[in-house]
């Protein structure tokens, strides 16, 4: 990975911001070389023994300089202060026609859902030159979403939406990561902000699965095939509770723990009898035959949300 | 008469030092002598100074690569937080108030013993009870909320032990209070006949002032910490977002002590400087007057800025707005003060002993971590670089290259006068250049790293920063060899050191007027004072020829 | 030497100025405490505004008789504080140890009262959890409040007690003169904890009661 996906200025606003930083950096540069020569200046020319002229200073001259030196501090400060501040003030409009996207934090993902009803997990498509807006909110603790080539990050809250917005000017693969610690697995909780020309976001926003209708087709399966006939709460056949089971951790019968993903769900549909949970007999039979491809999709898209509990995604490299 | 022969008429000369009021332990833990307080203290943020060090050198050891080594996220997110818990509160909150503004305070200002000496036995048991809630979390397992200790983590969903650390923090926050009402209350009543306001040390400003903040700020810090104890404890929702509370409500009152206590952090660091430098460029401070105007306008201000930490919090852009504005204007009296220091090294007579050599370390590592907090006071930088190592470095900049820097400062300076010894001073200066340039080598990286979005508290990192990383890592086992240094020349110097006159570098003050270690009432006759501090012309105070360490002042009383 | 110059301690060089000192001293902590309660007020002002129906709700359901029994408690035994101070400084033994001796009853008999109307708060289910008996759930944070006020008061309170007994009972066994100044400290003290509860009464009680 390069740090192109950091340090990129990906929107007009996050160039604004680099330029004041970089007028900050060439005054604070200029400040420190010139209390650093002052002071070694001083150090080597009135060293003990030096044949320096001393004496005293005229108090006048000792209170000029002094009022001098204050006045110019503040107005240099204030200066900077109106520099800063003016940028902020034109970044403070939120944009109209703006795409909302919405974004829930929990710990340790990102959930996003696109206004087609596109869902996606830690990460954000965005089309070019499009003011976007983030409306966001946390499922538990205070989260942050940082998106260091926006040069923007912000504080995702419990019971409130903060929003950032941003419209980006440059596509690519940019990151995105949290910014407030929110406990164990907070260095991991990162993903990818993509962005892609207008007629390719269209491409990709089309070819996403419409998520609500999948798990809705899938309930309808999971009733018509008569999975909940075992796997209902209130059936009289022993059979594992599937709320939350995605992404759980499992142990087997033969003593194995494995986590409950895609692939897991799939095989103990049509191959039941491969992993079976610890605890519970081998009677579930399979669907190999009664299930098409699609259909699995939309049954994993089912219990995919059923939700239970914080799903662990393994750490990423970045 | 021979040196030896002058030697031993100083000691023959001096009356019983408070080191010899009493050799028991008992004598030592029932003392009211803001001597042996001050003593008491010193031993105590000393082992916790390098509790705390031990914890973030595990931390840097882990970060030498971007996966991790040998913690788990839960041990090094616990590591990180021990860190800055014991380092804000059980170090650098007390560091020079408790040690040095204790021992001198009274000194200074010609008295026998600050103002309620019980109280100030009962303030370092306040700590040390204080610091037993500390160390019972540390050992169960440590907490892991960061030292910022944000709800609804903290009274919600943290694992650890959220309760004993606040705990520890709430008890050892009266330690503070009571110290600063006892160091306001000798200030206006116990000076020495003639010592006005305006002829007292600029030391002795600063330990007013930030007592000053230290009673007004940490009873709000008190409060917040307790009601994440009631939220946690007894699930009365105080910040609970699903009962209608506000966890940014948290923010508030945390922020409202914690950007004071920076300023609790610096002020008296500021104190020691004016006295350092003064003293080895033998030459008055330039602007007495504005040096305290700019002290009194710090700790003022200080109180009115708390929003800058919440930027990006969910503020609204006005609060946003008035926050920062008060930033700059906070940042102009220290910035006076860094030029007022350079100035009074203008037409002196300067040596480079090790205490001058930490005080001028701390003018520029403090100039650059002060105009970086002008960075962060710049909304839209700070929302970009806020949570990344662009702002611990900017802390750390002031706060170890600054404080801790002054603190070393001070402890070689007065060294002689608490102890009675010289330390080593070959290898003091050797140390004094080390921890500047280990200090940079840990630290610089981190500026570039933060502002390319290096987040912090993060234990897995993407690869692309782990240059800096090992830069900064190695910088910080030089660090650490420099602050390990101290502990062996010190420690030698009790046994073999020189033993010191009253006034082993010609300083004014009133606390070399009196033997080293000064006796344990301080003062037989309480002076009478006619003449302002820092009284360097060259015909009082020469210079000091050759070895200091047997040259008497003009002005002992002994 | 006289029962007042025994009362002289290092380091002060004389009895007038330590007294001064006490004096600054005992207000320098009650601006301390005024800014730990100030911290609770806010937290309550800023809920109340943002919630006003909910604090309504929750307000009414406060003990207002108990609530009154115990401002009048402590506004009694704030008169029998300064009257007790007053016959110090008069070196009227009996008076002032006596009256000592009556705060101290008034603060316990607060005491009392408020745990007798702890008992019944919780009764009727009024401690914030899953069984809370209110609507909207705003008004778990009024009733949060007020555990932590009352409480936090309460054990001002308690200690306030403890003090005085103690000071009550070393003015009787002479270990100090009647005359110490230190009486000053302790008036001040429990003047402040009764001041809090003036400010907390409305607070609480009045609510929903105008």
């Given at each position: 990975m390069t740090t192109d996906r950091f340090m990129t200025a990906a929107s007009d606003y996050a160039t604004q911001v680099d330029s004041t930083f970089w007028v900050l950096v060439t005054i604070s540069g200029l400040i420190t070389l010139l209390v650093a020569s002052l002071i070694a200046g001083f150090c080597l020319h009135y060293?003990?023994?030096?044949n320096a002229r001393r004496g005293r200073l005229p108090e006048r001259l000792a209170y000029d300089v002094e009022i001098g030196w204050t006045v110019a501090t503040l107005f240099l400060f204030l200066f900077i202060f109106w520099w800063a501040a003016s940028n902020q003030l034109s970044a403070l409009d939120i944009p109209v026609n703006s795409l909302e996207i919405h974004v829930v934090a929990k710990q340790w993902m990102w959930r996003v859902q696109q206004p087609g009803g596109a869902r996606e997990i830690n990460e954000i498509h965005v089309p070019e030159n499009m003011p976007v807006r983030l409306a966001m909110t946390s499922e538990d603790v205070i989260h942050d979403l940082f998106l260091p080539t926006m040069r923007l990050k912000q504080d995702v809250l419990p019971g409130r939406y903060t929003y950032l917005w941003f419209t980006a000017t440059k596509t690519g693969v940019f990151h995105l990561t949290c910014a407030e610690y929110c406990g164990t697995d907070h260095s991991v909780m990162a993903g990818r902000l993509v962005v892609m020309t207008t007629p390719d976001y269209a491409r990709w926003t089309n070819a996403q699965p419409e998520a609500d209708d999948l798990a809705h087709d899938g309930e309808a399966l999971f009733r018509s095939l008569g999975c909940s006939g075992c796997h209902a709460p209130t059936s009289s056949i022993h059979a594992p509770d599937?709320?939350?089971?995605?992404g759980r951790a499992v142990p087997l019968s033969d003593g194995r723990v494995v986590t409950a993903d895609e692939a897991y769900l799939r095989d103990s549909i049509?191959?039941?009898?491969k992993d079976v949970a610890a605890g519970f007999a081998p009677i579930m039979p399979s669907y190999r035959g009664s299930v098409t491809e699609d259909e699995l999709v939309k049954l994993i898209a089912y219990l995919k949300s059923l939700s239970g509990g914080p799903t662990r995604l393994p750490p990423q490299a970045g | 008469m021979t040196d030896t022969a002058i030697a031993d008429a100083t000691v023959e000369a001096q009356p019983a030092s408070y080191l010899a009021a009493g050799h028991t332990l008992l004598s030592w833990l029932t003392t009211t002598d803001h001597k042996r307080i001050a003593i008491l203290y010193a031993i105590s943020i000393t082992f916790f100074f390098f509790i705390g060090g031990i914890a973030i050198a595990l931390v840097r050891l882990e970060l030498m690569t971007p996966q991790g080594l040998i913690l788990t996220s839960d041990a090094y997110n616990r590591l990180f937080s021990l860190h800055g818990i014991i380092m804000v509160w059980f170090f650098l909150v007390p560091s020079i108030p408790a040690t040095m503004g204790n021992f001198l305070l009274p000194l200074m200002i010609g008295a026998h013993d600050v103002a309620f000496p019980r109280l100030n036995l009962l303030s370092w048991y306040l700590y040390v009870f204080g610091a037993a809630f500390t160390v019972y979390a540390l050992i169960s397992g440590g907490v892991d909320t960061g030292w910022t200790f944000y709800t609804p983590l903290s009274t919600n969903y943290a694992t650890g032990y959220v309760i004993a650390a606040a705990a520890g923090v709430f008890v050892v926050g009266f330690s503070s209070i009571a110290t600063g009402i006892n160091f306001i209350a000798t200030a206006h009543m116990l000076r020495a006949p003639g010592m006005t306001w305006f002829r007292l040390p600029l030391f002795v400003w600063a330990m007013y002032t930030v007592s000053m903040v230290m009673v007004l700020a940490t009873p709000v810090l008190a409060m917040s910490l307790l009601l994440v104890i009631a939220e946690r404890a007894?699930?009365?929702?105080?910040?609970d977002a699903a009962r209608g509370g506000d966890p940014v409500l948290f923010q508030h009152l945390f922020w409202f002590y914690s950007h004071p206590a920076v300023y609790i952090m610096i002020l008296p660091a500021m104190g020691v400087v004016s006295e350092v430098i003064p003293c080895f460029a033998r030459r008055t401070i330039f602007g007495y007057a504005f040096m305290v105007y700019a002290l009194i306008a710090i700790a003022v201000i200080g109180f009115m800025v708390w929003g800058h930490h919440m930027?990006?919090?969910?503020?609204s852009p006005l609060a946003n707005l008035v926050f920062s504005f008060l930033s700059f204007i906070v940042a102009v009296p220290s910035a006076i003060k860094v030029f007022n220091w350079t100035a009074t090294l203008h037409r002196g007579q300067i040596t480079f002993e090790a205490p001058m050599l930490y005080a001028l370390g701390f003018v520029g590592l403090f100039t650059i971590g002060g105009l970086t907090g002008l960075f962060l006071a710049s909304v839209p930088i700070d929302i970009h670089?806020?949570?990344?190592y662009f702002v611990i470095a900017h802390f750390h900049f002031v706060m170890v290259g600054g404080t801790v820097s002054a603190y070393m400062a001070g402890l070689h300076f007065w060294w002689p006068k608490v102890t009675g010894r010289m330390y080593s001073e070959a290898w003091a200066r050797f140390a004094a250049i080390t921890t500047f340039l280990g200090f940079n080598a840990t630290f610089m990286p981190q500026f570039v790293m933060g502002w390319n979005g290096m987040p912090r508290r993060y234990h897995y990192y993407p690869d692309v920063f782990q240059a800096w990383h090992v830069m900064s890592s190695v910088g910080a086992l030089i660090l650490a060899v420099a602050y390990v240094l101290p502990l062996i020349y010190f420690g030698w110097s009790m046994i073999y050191g020189r033993r010191a006159g009253a006034n082993p570098w010609n300083a004014t003050g009133l606390e070399w007027q009196t033997s080293s270690p000064p006796a344990k009432e301080n003062f037989d006759h309480i002076p009478r004072i006619d003449a302002g501090p820092y009284a360097y012309d060259e015909s009082d105070h020469p210079p000091a020829a050759g070895d200091r360490t047997l040259v008497r002042s003009q002005g002992e009383t002994a | 030497m006289s029962d007042a110059a025994a009362s002289l301690r290092e380091p002060w060089p004389d009895l007038d100025r330590q007294r001064e000192g006490v004096s600054v001293g005992i207000w320098l902590f009650i601006v301390s405490e005024m800014l730990f309660f100030g911290a609770l007020f806010l937290g309550y002002a800023v809920y109340r505004t943002l919630y006003p129906e909910a604090f309504r709700i929750a307000g009414a359901e406060t003990a207002v008789s108990y609530g009154s029994v115990n401002l009048l408690l402590l506004l009694t035994s704030s008169v029998t504080m300064t009257i007790a101070v007053d016959a110090s400084r008069q070196a009227r033994r009996r008076t002032a140890i006596i009256c000592l001796a009556l705060t101290m009853l008034l603060g316990a008999a607060f005491l009392i009262f408020k745990g007798l109307e702890y008992s019944l708060d919780i009764a009727k289910g009024l401690f914030p959890g899953a069984d809370f008996p209110l609507q909207p759930p705003q008004t778990q944070l009024f009733w949060a409040l007020y555990w932590v006020m009352t409480g936090v008061h309460a054990i001002h309170l308690a200690i306030g007690v403890g003090i005085v007994g103690v000071f009550a009972w070393v003015l009787w066994r002479r270990v100090l003169p009647i005359e110490s100044p230190a009486i000053v400290g302790v008036a001040t003290y429990w003047h402040f904890v009764d001041t809090v509860w003036i400010i907390l009464f409305p607070l609480l009680y009045l609510v929903n009661r105008s």
């Open positions: 060293r003990r023994g030096s599937l709320h939350g089971i995605y049509l191959l039941p009898a | 007894f699930g009365l929702p105080i910040f930027f990006v919090a969910g503020q670089a806020t949570d990344t | -």
